[in-house]
Nanobody
Framework: QVQLVESGGGLVQTGGSLRLSCVAS????????MAWFRQAPGKERDFLAL???????YYANSVKGRFTISRDNAKNTVYLQVNSLKPEDAADYYC?????????????????WGQGTQVTVSS
């Protein structure tokens, strides 16, 4: 079992930045593909980025160039740096983990989820 706890969300102005963190416990994230998703009210949960232990990363086109996923295996933590925020980026942001390596970007492809951290963007 892996427990995931996100933090770092908050209220930010358009154009601002945040660094979201996801601390894992129970197992080492080195054995997992780590990813970030987001879900706005009334919408589906959308894939944003994933990261393998060897540094491979993959991004959704909607956030490529603005968001950066990274991990610190020693701290058992994965990060999402979100820059140039827009009002449409406002959502609950979720960390997820999948066993081994996966390139799946759908919700069903991930085994463990955090409770989410809310990002609000003011115009």
């Amino acid at each position: 079992q892996v427990q995931l706890v996100e933090s770092g969300g908050g209220l930010v102005q358009t154009g601002g930045s945040l660094r979201l963190s996801c601390v894992a416990s129970g197992r080492t994230i080195a054995d997992y593909t780590m990813a970030w998703f987001r879900q706005a009210p009334g919408k589906e949960r959308d894939f944003l980025a994933l990261n393998w232990r060897d540094g491979f990363t993959y991004y959704a086109n909607s956030v490529k160039g603005r968001f950066t996923i990274s991990r610190d295996n020693a701290k058992n933590t994965v990060y999402l740096q979100v820059n140039s925020l827009k009002p449409e980026d406002a959502a609950d942001y979720y960390c997820a983990a999948a066993r081994g390596r996966t390139s799946r970007t759908n919700v069903a492809g991930f085994d463990y989820w955090g409770q989410g951290t809310q990002v609000t963007v003011s115009s």
